[in-house]
C-alpha cells in the first residue's frame, strides 16, 4: 500500500471535493476508492493514532482480539474477503494458496500470546507524516500493486512520490495483508523489486 497520493488527490479528498481535473481513468478508480475509504474505512487507523490506549480490550479478550482482526479487512470488503472465507473453510484439503481457519487462528493466536494485539499498532501514533500522502522520496523504491488492497497506486502517482522508483508491478491477487496471504508471490516480488540493486 504505497503512499503515493498526489497533494490535489489528497486535498479533494478531505474537503469532499470534486475529483481533479485531468485524470485518467486508472486514477480516477484510485481516487474513487480512496474517497470511499477515508469516507468509511479509516476510521481504525484515526483510533489507533490517537487513542491507542482505548483498545486495551483486545489485550484482554482472544474473541475481541480476534474480531479487531477480522475487523480490519484488506481494503475489497469488510471483513475481509479472504480471511472471513477462510473462517468458514476447514483446513483440511484446502489449496496452499488461500487463507485456512488454521491460517487464521495461528496468526491471532501469535498476537494472543505475544501480546502485541496493542503494540502493532504502535506505528500509527508514532507515524507524524500525512496518511499515505509521502512526497519526493530519496531512497530506491519498489512498488508491487496488490487487487485487493485498498486502493491501487497508479505508476503515475508512484513515479510522482518516488522520484527513484525502481520497480512497478502488478500482481493478479492478494490483498492488505498480502505477505500472509500470498507469501510465495509477497517474496517474488520483494526479490524483483530488488533485484536492480545487487551488485
Known amino acids: 500500500m504505497p503512499g503515493a497520493i498526489p497533494p490535489d488527490v489528497s486535498k479533494a479528498i478531505a474537503t469532499g471535493g470534486p475529483a481533479p481535473a485531468g485524470l485518467s481513468d486508472e486514477e480516477r478508480q484510485a481516487f474513487e476508492k480512496l474517497k470511499d475509504f477515508f469516507t468509511k474505512g479509516a476510521y481504525y487507523a484515526y483510533e489507533m493514532a490517537t487513542r491507542p490506549q482505548t483498545l486495551y480490550g483486545i489485550a484482554d479478550s482472544p474473541v475481541g482480539l480476534a474480531s479487531w482482526l477480522i475487523d480490519l479487512g484488506d ?3 469488510k471483513p475481509a474477503a479472504a480471511i472471513s472465507a477462510a473462517v468458514r473453510t476447514p483446513t483440511k484439503g484446502q489449496s496452499k494458496d488461500r487463507l485456512t481457519q488454521d491460517d487464521v487462528l495461528d496468526n491471532v493466536t501469535l498476537y494472543w500470546l505475544t501480546n502485541t494485539g496493542i503494540s502493532s499498532g504502535r506505528l500509527y501514533w508514532e507515524n507524524k507524516f500525512p496518511f499515505l500522502d509521502f512526497k519526493n522520496v530519496s531512497i530506491p523504491v519498489a512498488v508491487s500493486i496488490f487487487p485487493g488492497e485498498l486502493y491501487q497506486a497508479p505508476r503515475s502517482w508512484a513515479e510522482r512520490a518516488y522520484p527513484k522508483l525502481i520497480h512497478y508491478n502488478k500482481v493478479a491477487k492478494g490483498g492488505h495483508y498480502a505477505a500472509w496471504e500470498q507469501p510465495k508471490l509477497f517474496s517474488e516480488e ?10
Do not use: E, I, M, Y
Open 75 to 77: 481494503g475489497d470488503a
Open 190 to 199: 520483494v526479490r524483483a523489486g530488488f533485484r536492480s540493486l545487487r551488485a
